[in-house]
């Protein structure tokens, strides 16, 4: 962006510290009149140095560091972290291990969801909204609870299987929350598509279409608002997904509505598929019979070699390049984060908006500061 | 579109400029790039080869080798195929033509890594301080011989 301002334009700094913004990041915006002409995006506010971080942790301390890159999405960042180390060792997972891991992550995809939508939907001034969603999460935040024993931080996938079996009751539990889960979502569905005043706000707005958003290297929601059915979970199965029946959520409008659409749809699936799982789970081992490999592994060498590990965490494409070198630390870990391209798509999109919009476009994001700088 | 065809496609039109190349699975490529070419390759591997979704960039240190490898992880909405392309830079001057042109979102990634590695970007739109504060740059936090961890950086944040 130009610092410099032309006639009847001027910049306003909105943030880092801004109640809507979801963490700590400013936008730098030049407005003429209301209008946004042209805008940049600061982030490094709370840069956390994890990838230096886990470059001096032992293989096995660094699933408790891979939690805090995003604490919604705990268990899928630990499922690519984990998923990479497997893949170099060749650690082979159990069928009822890689089950507890796809329900696991389904229900922090749907919670992870459920916050986001309510968030955004306080953001843009419907505060009650906010107050429903984090009444229906709060169920399943213990349900996961009940599993990992933690609400946020859960450590609870190892290296070749899953810390804890599923408790007794588990999958009573479920079919209780998601009984409610499910009257709760039609409910947001009906709120949402009957406001009008909800409507005006997202109905054609910081619209993205197919081509721009794969310019600009979004995943998730946002690039499946566009039409674009990419979901790492179909195209680049991991875990038992090839198993699993279920569909791609997709919308056409690529609209702030349409975003919300489609994580309303993910998570109707997610229960889908949390039911298949328990359905279909097969007993036997947590962990690789015959090997080390268990809830203490003890303090392990990875063979030398480069891997890359994508998985589909709630807002997008999650994927860890660790590159080996025969030691017991990893000798470098990239972390490609879902929200990082996504944040910095904001620019193109808030020009030519008015300046009541930019919490509007952002929130839709359902952007994640903690792992942009992670 | 497979990984044999793309890796015959490949060597064919780049004969010199790319080499080293592995096929390590079905949907997993490795191919090694002369620095100076990365920005035609990119092109052809974006317009003809259906690569359209740069996963991420980013630098790896390597003080035995006397080089910065910088690590280009491009996919596809297309096919599955992931192709890992890496090119290597001297220590002591790295520098390398800047993809921004081709793929968009390299420009965060690109800032990313001269703070942390060092590597400079030629023709970038934007290569300012971006994660890290002004006055360290010029430490190259994520290098190998990079001293101030974990107490210099303790230390700035206080």
């Not at chain 1, 939690?67 to 082979?92: F, Q």
């Not at chain 1, 889960?181 to 009957?194: G, P, R």
């Not at chain 2, 290569?127 to 360290?136: D, H, R």
Request: aromatic share 10%; glycine share 8%; charged share 25%.
């Amino acid at each position: 962006m130009e610092e410099t301002v032309g006639p009847s334009e001027m910049i306003v700094h909105l943030g880092p510290q801004h109640p809507m913004l979801p963490g700590p990041f400013r936008v730098n915006a030049k407005l003429r009149g209301e209008t946004i002409v042209d805008s940049e995006v600061e982030i490094g506010y709370i840069h956390k140095g994890i990838e230096k971080i886990l470059e001096n942790k032992t293989y096995l301390q660094g699933i408790t560091i891979v939690d805090r890159i995003c604490y919604l999405e705990a268990l899928t960042n630990e499922e690519a972290y984990v998923g990479c180390v497997e893949k170099l060792a060749g650690i082979e997972v159990p069928e009822r291990a890689q089950y507890i891991r796809v329900i696991m992550e389904e229900l922090s995809r749907i919670q992870s969801h459920i916050l986001g939508m309510g968030e955004y939907a306080s953001f843009i001034g419907f505060v009650s909204m906010f107050m429903y969603t984090i009444r229906d999460r709060e169920d399943l935040m213990s349900v996961i609870d009940s599993v990992t024993g933690a609400r946020i931080t859960h450590s609870f996938l190892r290296f070749g299987g899953v810390k804890d079996d599923l408790p007794d009751g588990f999958k009573d539990d479920v079919k209780y929350v998601f009984g409610n889960l499910k009257k709760a979502i039609d409910q947001y569905e009906v709120l949402f598509s009957s406001d009008s005043i909800y409507k005006a706000r997202t109905v054609g707005i910081g619209t993205l279409t197919a081509d721009v958003a794969k310019d600009l290297g979004v995943s998730g929601p946002p690039l499946r608002a566009t039409g674009v059915a990419f979901d790492i979970r179909r195209d680049e199965p991991y875990l038992v997904y090839n198993d699993l029946d279920f569909k791609v959520c997709t919308q056409k409008d690529g609209d702030v509505y349409a975003r919300i659409q489609v994580r309303l749809d993910e998570m109707r699936e997610s229960m889908y598929i949390v039911e298949q799982c328990l359905d279909q789970i097969p007993s036997g081992p947590l962990f690789p019979e015959g090997t080390a490999y268990g809830k203490r592994s003890p303090v392990m060498r990875i063979p030398a070699g480069e891997v890359f590990h994508r998985v589909e965490a709630p807002r997008g494409e999650m994927g860890f390049y660790m590159i080996s070198d025969g030691s017991d630390k990893p000798y470098r870990v990239k972390i490609r984060g879902p929200v990082y391209p996504t944040l910095q798509a904001l620019p193109p999109l808030l020009k030519g908006v008015t300046v009541a919009d930019i919490v509007a476009i952002a929130g839709s994001m359902d952007t994640c500061t903690s792992e942009v700088d992670r | 579109m497979d990984a044999n065809s793309i890796i015959a496609s490949l060597s064919d039109k780049f004969p010199d400029e790319i080499y080293d190349t592995d096929i390590e699975s079905n949907i997993r490529i490795v191919a090694k790039v002369k620095p100076e070419n990365v920005v035609d390759v990119c092109r052809y591997l974006k317009d003809e080869l259906s690569f359209g979704h740069l996963c991420c960039e980013f630098a790896a240190d390597y003080p035995d080798r006397n080089g910065i490898e910088v690590i280009y992880v491009i996919g596809s909405y297309d096919h599955p195929v992931i192709l890992t392309m890496k090119a290597l830079l001297p220590r002591d001057k790295p520098e390398i033509e800047s993809v921004v042109p081709v793929y968009w979102n390299a420009n965060w990634y690109e800032r990313e890594t001269y703070d942390l590695f060092g590597v400079k970007y030629l023709n970038h739109p934007n290569l300012k301080p971006f994660i890290i504060p002004a006055e360290m740059i010029g430490e190259w936090p994520l290098r190998k011989d990079y001293k101030g961890f974990p107490n210099r950086t303790a230390n700035n944040l206080v």
